[in-house]
């Protein structure tokens, strides 16, 4: 099991950015893939972006292309979503997860609050 803690969120203006970090407590990630999910108010989670570790392939929710960049720091167990030209809309908890290739996401932390205003 991974334990992953979150940080990095808080309230800013739309346009603004934010960079969310996501430290794990596994120190070998070779066979697993990161991502990030959000839940807005009212609303079921949903995927936002991942990131295969070994390979640093990346995928997104097309209501993030272009906007949000996933990336990893191997030395620090360390994923990033860096989140610009933010939007009310985007306003949600931010939940880091993990998996083993293969297989649901079976791993999540606590979760970070993001709030964008208009």
């Known amino acids: 099991q991974v334990q992953l803690v979150e940080s990095g969120g808080g309230l800013v203006q739309a346009g603004g950015s934010l960079r969310l970090s996501c430290a794990a407590s596994?120190?070998?990630?070779?066979?697993?893939?990161v991502g990030w999910f959000r839940q807005a108010p009212e609303k079921e989670r949903v995927f936002v972006a991942s990131i295969i570790w070994r390979t640093g392939s990346t995928n997104y929710a097309d209501s993030v292309k272009g906007r949000f960049t996933i990336s990893r720091d191997h030395d620090k167990n360390t994923v990033y979503l860096q989140m610009n030209s933010l939007e009310p809309e985007d306003t949600a908890i931010y939940y880091c997860?993990?998996?083993?290739?293969?297989?649901?996401?079976?791993?999540w932390g606590q979760g970070t609050q993001v709030t964008v205003s208009s």
């Open positions: 997860a993990a998996a083993q290739l293969g297989s649901n996401w079976g791993d």
């Open positions: 596994r120190r070998t990630f070779s066979n697993y893939r």
